[in-house]
């Protein structure tokens, strides 16, 4: 196993700053875009690129919002609902929608599979794509982002945590470090 890495608040910002100006590039301005944080780990990162797009292209009609995937898991029986609960809070209708989900880490695929879910019971969107900030590798599913700030090779026995802070982003890191169990997320 590898030693523990990081990365800090430098790299991670420009990681996002990469990850709002490709989406900016693949939708022009007057597109209409949904982008959707997966909770918990999504939520600030879409946050953060919303703004970002917000004030590259005010023309720009973009909604943020919310989706909790815990009622669509399918480890649940393992890992219980979180009692830091975020529920599902989309503000315009998904049908015909452009969705841009995001989220924090891409894995295995099921976080994907699971909002996906979760969305589609919401109504039928023209088109979703992916954006993480960070791609660790070893899909268990066939996922890919559509957008990714920054790729790394972890191994399955080690975790990625990231951590944004809300209230000051200078305190943004990103963790990788030997697991505590063995998961198959």
Same mark, same amino acid.
């Given at each position: 196993?590898?030693?523990?890495k990081? #990365?800090g608040?430098?790299?991670i910002?420009a990681?996002? %700053?990469?990850l709002?100006?490709a989406i900016?590039?693949?939708?022009?301005s007057?597109t209409?875009?949904?982008l959707?944080g997966i909770?918990?780990?999504?939520i600030?990162l879409?946050r953060?690129?919303g %703004?970002?797009i917000?004030t590259q292209?005010?023309k *720009?009609?973009?909604?943020?919002g919310?989706?909790?995937i815990s009622?669509h898991?399918?480890?649940?029986?393992r890992?219980? $609902?979180p009692k830091e609960l975020?529920? &599902?809070? $989309?503000?315009?209708?998904?049908?015909?929608?452009t969705v $841009?989900l995001?989220?924090d880490v891409l #894995?295995?695929?099921?976080?994907? @599979?699971?909002?996906l879910?979760e969305?589609?019971?919401?109504g *039928? =969107? &023209? @088109?979703? %794509?992916?954006?993480?900030?960070i791609?660790r590798g070893g899909r268990?599913?066939p996922f890919?982002?559509?957008?990714?700030?920054l790729?790394i090779?972890a191994?399955s &026995? %080690? @975790?990625?945590?990231?951590r944004l802070? =809300?209230?000051?982003?200078?305190?943004?890191?990103v963790?990788i470090?030997?697991?505590t169990?063995? &998961?198959?997320l």
């Amino acid at each position: 196993m590898a030693p523990s890495k990081s #990365f800090g608040p430098d790299e991670i910002h420009a990681a996002i %700053e990469q990850l709002a100006a490709a989406i900016m590039e693949r939708h022009p301005s007057g597109t209409s875009l949904l982008l959707l944080g997966i909770a918990n780990g999504g939520i600030e990162l879409a946050r953060r690129v919303g %703004e970002l797009i917000g004030t590259q292209r005010t023309k *720009r009609e973009l909604v943020v919002g919310t989706v909790d995937i815990s009622f669509h898991r399918d480890d649940i029986g393992r890992n219980p $609902i979180p009692k830091e609960l975020v529920p &599902t809070h $989309i503000p315009v209708d998904v049908h015909g929608a452009t969705v $841009i989900l995001v989220d924090d880490v891409l #894995f295995s695929g099921r976080t994907v @599979k699971a909002a996906l879910d979760e969305i589609f019971d919401h109504g *039928r =969107p &023209t @088109k979703v %794509e992916l954006a993480v900030l960070i791609d660790r590798g070893g899909r268990r599913l066939p996922f890919a982002a559509d957008y990714c700030g920054l790729s790394i090779d972890a191994d399955s &026995t %080690e @975790k990625v945590v990231v951590r944004l802070d =809300p209230e000051d982003p200078a305190n943004d890191a990103v963790l990788i470090r030997p697991a505590t169990r063995q &998961t198959a997320l």
